[in-house]
């Protein structure tokens, strides 16, 4: 019997979902743990006919909420486990008898044979990785028999006599686990992970590389068909790949591509990682037939030579992004889907896998400053994060121009000049620059607008302190209390206190905001709107004149000289298009810290600048008692 690879224990943050139980042997007909929940739902029923299974919608993002449980989703094949007196029989998701391919399991089921039993799981191969594996259980299946297969039951639709179905699930799979057992073996018991947030198991899922999560209300009775009480979220991947050939579209008049073959490198070698057949418009798939037209060779550029008879053979020279669920054992993508084409120059050399040649770089004109150190998120972090805190982010983000700190080609910096294509979900201001000349900010007012930033490579959000309808006054005042070298976060707080009680004396209210580095910002919202001119000469003033108070502590200059062992009162992120980090922006650094609203009590607890990640963001109630 094959083994699997141990799965991670719930407290690690991941539903143990594939923790096996042996089958438990009982003689037939003793006291039946069903017989305990018929006051909660069991009713008495004939043995039933094939049950048309539950299927979860597939959700964006899984669901929050102390009635929710979350399973791992298994890469297999949906099956229903019949036993009756003590005759097996195991239908697929759509009721066929596939007893005799699934041989394996249906004999390790006699030693259930002794209750009658529905129960409804997934069949799988656990692959080198010790993960689910969709092609080796196909590779399995064409076998006459094989030992690897494994039955993953997860839930229990009828037992002795009982219909199981009215009873809530959370009790249907207590009793499931009590007739299976707790020794892994070929049918193994799915167990789930009770979390308030359905977010980090989803995230810790998609880490481990798994499919993704299905999530289930606990109290829910089973019921068949697409049903909300159960929801999946799959894991997706994005990266970039070089197109190593294309099948044409066959009669198609103009040309055009039905699917695209990729590869990866590995070191010098470019090795085949898949085909990718969905994702393409009709004008994408024309485009793309277009430009690998001069492309074309006579032979595979591949290390290794696959047999491909279909195949148009091009130079590896353009590269599509593309998503996918995973890496199969044998290095293909697993359903890969076609998003659109990277902009890489055809003369660009190799890459590094699955990222962009690295002698493409960002235009000089394009980056204000270069951020070398700089560490971020992938797109897919980026994207899970927005979707968790927009509601609460757009309060503080939403219609306000946006400088940005942008990742393309390996390169993070702050970008200024032309735009690359913006989605349109992203919208555009046309402005007066300060040096003259016409330019565009952008900036969003929803979800999609921050997914649509994410897409061009927007790692920090930078907004300014005004609004889109009204970009020429400012409605805040920000003070950043920048630490130099040698001091301490304890006189960084002492330091907020003291400036929110002298800032209140000249009639301001104002609340903090931790900046992800390591510096508090103070934000002072501004009851009469002012020209950003007369905000940056007031915020100085202001500076100045606290500055004055300890001028052996204090510095409101930003020459690095002067700044050791100094706190850097910094008023210039006041100004028309001088900006600061945004409220719930990730940072580009180091375990992904975010710009976050705190109260004063937090404050005055010492709170750490990079105590809130795009893993751990803020609650909605900071956010509440920063803005009120």
Not at 210 to 233: F, M
Not at 311 to 330: F, K, L, M, N, S
Not at 497 to 505: I, K, P, T, V
Request: proline share 8%.
């Amino acid at each position: 019997m094959r083994q699997r690879a141990k799965a991670p224990h719930p407290s690690e943050g991941v539903p143990n979902g594939a923790q096996g139980r042996k089958a438990a042997v009982g003689s037939r007909r003793t006291a039946s743990p069903v017989d305990r929940l018929a006051d909660l739902g069991a009713t008495q029923s004939a043995f039933p006919e094939f049950i048309e299974p539950c299927h979860p919608t597939l959700k964006k993002r899984p669901p929050d909420g102390a009635d929710w449980v979350h399973e791992i989703k298994l890469d297999g094949y949906r099956a229903q486990l019949h036993i009756n007196d003590g005759k097996i029989t195991i239908y697929t998701r759509t009721g066929l008898d596939w007893t005799t391919e699934f041989k394996a399991i249906a004999t390790a089921a006699e030693d259930l044979a002794a209750h009658d039993a529905v129960v409804d799981g997934e069949v799988t191969v656990f692959g080198k990785t010790g993960l689910p594996d969709f092609p080796a259980l196909r590779r399995e299946l064409a076998k006459r028999s094989s030992p690897n297969l494994t039955f993953q039951a997860f839930d229990l639709l009828y037992l002795d006599g009982y219909d199981l179905r009215p009873v809530p699930l959370i009790e249907r799979k207590r009793v499931l686990r009590e007739l299976i057992g707790d020794a892994a073996g070929t049918i193994a018991y799915v167990d789930y992970l009770e979390l308030e947030e359905g977010e980090p198991v989803y995230r810790h899922a998609c880490k481990m590389g798994l499919e993704g999560i299905v999530s289930k209300r606990k109290d829910a009775p089973y019921r068949s068909g697409r049903q909300e009480i159960w929801t999946k979220t799959k894991c997706t991947k994005r990266d970039a790949f070089p197109i190593v050939a294309f099948v044409e579209k066959l009669g198609a008049h103009p040309r055009r591509i039905a699917s695209l073959y990729l590869g990866r490198w590995e070191g010098d070698r470019l090795v085949y990682a898949g085909k990718a057949q969905t994702g393409y418009t009709l004008t994408a798939a024309r485009e793309v037939r277009e430009r690998l037209n001069p492309l074309i060779i006579g032979k595979s550029p591949l290390s290794h030579p696959i047999n491909k008879p279909k195949a148009t053979w091009v130079e590896p020279q353009v590269y599509a992004e593309i998503d996918y669920g995973g890496v199969t054992d044998d290095g293909l993508l697993r359903e890969p889907v076609f998003k659109g084409l990277q902009d890489v120059s055809p003369a660009a050399g190799k890459p590094r896998p699955t990222t962009a040649p690295a002698s493409i770089r960002v235009p000089r004109a394009n980056i204000l400053q270069l951020l070398p150190e700089a560490v971020v998120p992938s797109k897919e972090e980026l994207a899970n994060y927005w979707t968790r805190v927009a509601d609460r982010a757009l309060h503080f983000l939403g219609g306000r121009p946006l400088k940005l700190v942008r990742h393309i080609h390996g390169t993070t910096f702050y970008h200024k000049g032309p735009l690359p294509p913006i989605p349109s979900e992203v919208h555009q201001l046309r402005i007066e620059k300060r040096e003259g000349g016409a330019g565009v900010r952008l900036w969003v007012d929803d979800l999609a607008g921050l997914l649509g930033l994410v897409e061009i490579g927007a790692v920090e959000l930078h907004p300014w302190a005004a609004t889109v309808d009204n970009i020429e006054h400012a409605d805040a005042l920000i003070f950043d209390l920048d630490p130099g070298e040698g001091v301490s976060w304890a006189f960084v707080v002492e330091t907020a206190l003291r400036l929110r009680e002298f800032l209140e004396a000249e009639g301001f209210k104002t609340w903090p905001k931790l900046t992800g580095g390591k510096g508090v910002h103070l934000m002072s919202p501004l009851t009469a709107k002012m020209t950003h001119n007369a905000a940056h000469a007031y915020a100085k003033r202001l500076a100045q004149q606290f500055a004055s108070t300890d001028p052996d502590r204090y510095v409101t200059s930003a020459q690095l000289s002067h700044r050791p062992g100094k706190l850097f009162l910094d008023y210039l992120r006041n100004g028309r298009g001088t900006t600061a980090v945004g409220t719930y922006s990730p940072r580009a650094r180091s375990g992904f810290p975010v710009a976050a609203p705190v109260t004063w009590r937090d404050i005055e607890r010492g709170i750490r600048p990079d105590a809130f990640t795009i893993e751990r963001p803020p609650k909605r109630r900071a956010v509440l008692a920063s803005a009120s």
